[in-house]
């Protein structure tokens, strides 16, 4: 039997939670290398254990036998095939690896009952708001659903949040880096600057055609600038166009690297990957083959030429680099200065930030940093200059607040004195979370000395209770004693033990609520 990690074991029970609460569409995250397949193959065999037939529902042929292949060893069952020529009609077996392309085909579809399967298992799920997945899972209306994914941008998941109900678990990418379960990143921003302003959209990202043709006269400045960083590191290239792909292999053969290049129609496809792997070539390129798929743990550098707006396909292509193999110590991430109008490209900051000011910051800084710094210092030093210059703001918001003596604490107020940088860039995901707070919201918050007007969303309600009710668990400071005390010039009030706030203002009230003058609001600490 195998063991599951930690939080692999967490994210299975939380799923079958969600199902058993009545939530039967329900999403886990966990990043590229932290074992998804492992997870839902558990998932699989506990469902078939239930009685229920389990369908694994995928795009591409690599992830049905890596999932079928996944469920041989972790489960001990086997997989019946859905895909052209193979039919799971009649097979014994209690799961069923499908082709979303051959399902979705009518006469395909017609052949299967509406409660056939159980339980719908949706490997790499942000796919799955598209029109071929949405036809096979009305189809089969009845069946518990469990979208998999790897940590996907936010557009994703509010799209995704149009059908699934919740997000069952998330691992992050820095706890797993954390935990040891994955390398750690050091990126590094190419002091190069390449112009995408002539490339339009398409589909809600850069259009490859045009990308291309916007990359190639940069193609050797990047080849000698990658020859300072990667020379003798194994490298993954991520290009938009096979073409392109060539002939960026070819230049930096002509540089001295050892490169080949992998694209769809490869011949060799198989015996390249294998001679990469075992290091008769120390460069891979390739148009968008390999952001799913394909696990190579010894791979040490990914470039990614491959400009995106797409989160979650960024995170595929630096997911080809972030398993942990033997001499391995890091990651190295190569970001270059694509010049655009467009704010929205993905950077490495994408990877860690969980809001746009941070990640805005982190790019600014690593911009200027011109080494290769770890992301995860990198984030924690963004954070505290958007810590800073919110307190900056605050300040001053809070001395216009001072003037109007209001009752009722400001969320913001409330979210920097706690530092909880999580609530203060929070984005609604799911539908019930973008509707306006509830009456019953509103008047909880305000019972708690919370101001709900400057609430938008019932998500930001929600998370707002859930962590009132947490530090009211902890002992900690309630939102009136930090608006008395941040009103008087105390920093931080939301990090104190609720008796510590209470004892210094009864210590306020009995000296005529009036500061003693033997302490000093900016300095104290409470137990110094």
């Not at 979705?104 to 009952?113: E, H, I, N, V, Y």
């Not at 059908?163 to 050091?186: D, H, M, Q, R, V």
């Not at 120390?282 to 148009?287: A, D, E, G, P, Q």
Request: net charge neutral.
């Amino acid at each position: 039997m195998m063991e599951l990690r930690p939080y692999q074991e967490e994210a299975k029970q939380a799923v079958f939670h969600e199902w058993e609460t009545g939530r039967r569409k329900t999403l886990l995250v966990l990043p590229t290398g932290c074992g998804k397949t492992v997870v839902f193959a558990k998932i699989a065999e506990e469902c078939v254990k239930n009685g229920d037939r389990v369908l694994v529902l995928a795009h591409r042929g690599e992830l049905l036998s890596q999932a079928a292949d996944k469920i041989a060893k972790v489960a001990h069952l086997g997989c019946a095939l859905e895909k052209a020529g193979e039919s799971c009609q009649g097979s014994w077996f209690r799961i069923v690896a499908g082709s979303v392309q051959t399902l979705m085909r009518d006469k395909r579809l017609a052949q299967f009952p509406g409660d056939y399967f159980g339980t719908i298992i949706v490997d790499e799920a942000h796919h799955c708001i598209s029109n071929s997945y949405q036809k096979v899972l009305q189809h089969f209306d009845e069946a518990k659903v469990l979208g998999v994914t790897a940590t996907p941008d936010r557009g994703d998941m509010r799209d995704m949040g149009e059908y699934f109900e919740s997000l069952a678990y998330e691992y992050t990418l820095p706890k797993a880096i954390k935990s040891g379960y994955l390398c750690p990143i050091k990126a590094v921003t190419i002091p190069l600057k390449v112009d995408l302003a002539g490339v339009s959209i398409q589909s809600g990202d850069f259009k490859t055609s045009d990308l291309g043709s916007a990359l190639d006269p940069y193609l050797e400045d990047i080849a000698r600038e990658m020859k300072e960083y990667c020379q003798y590191r194994k490298t993954v290239v991520f290009l938009p166009l096979v073409k392109t792909s060539q002939k960026f292999r070819d230049i930096l053969n002509q540089e001295g690297f050892r490169a080949a290049e992998v694209n769809g129609n490869s011949q060799d496809r198989t015996q390249i990957l294998r001679d990469f792997e075992e290091g008769r070539y120390n460069v891979l390129c390739n148009s968008m083959l390999l952001t799913e798929g394909w696990d190579c743990p010894s791979v040490d550098c990914v470039a990614v030429l491959r400009p995106t707006k797409v989160r979650s396909l960024y995170c595929q292509m630096v997911g080809r680099g972030t398993r942990l193999s033997p001499g391995k110590d890091h990651l190295l991430l190569l970001d270059f200065l694509w010049h655009t109008d467009r704010h929205e490209l993905c950077h490495p900051a994408s990877l860690i930030c969980q809001d746009k000011e941070t990640a805005d910051q982190m790019t600014l800084n690593l911009e200027n940093a011109a080494m290769p710094i770890d992301i995860e210092e990198a984030e924690q030093k963004a954070s505290e200059d958007v810590v800073a210059q919110r307190e900056e703001a605050l300040a001053k918001q809070l001395a216009e607040m001072r003037t109007r003596k209001k009752k009722l604490v400001d969320p913001l107020q409330f979210e920097m004195s706690i530092q909880a940088e999580d609530l203060s860039g929070y984005v609604p995901s799911f539908g019930w979370e973008m509707k306006p707070p509830t009456d019953k919201q509103v008047k909880a918050l305000e019972k708690l000395g919370i101001d709900a007007g400057g609430i938008d969303c019932a998500g930001k309600a929600d998370r707002l209770l859930g962590r009132l009710a947490k530090r009211r668990e902890e002992g900690l400071a309630t939102p009136k004693q930090i608006r008395q005390l941040e009103g008087r010039g105390f920093q931080r009030v939301g990090t104190w033990k609720l008796e510590d706030a209470k004892k210094l203002i009864d210590r306020i009230a009995a000296n005529g609520w009036r500061t003693p003058r033997d302490i000093n609001p900016h300095e104290y600490v409470p137990g110094r």
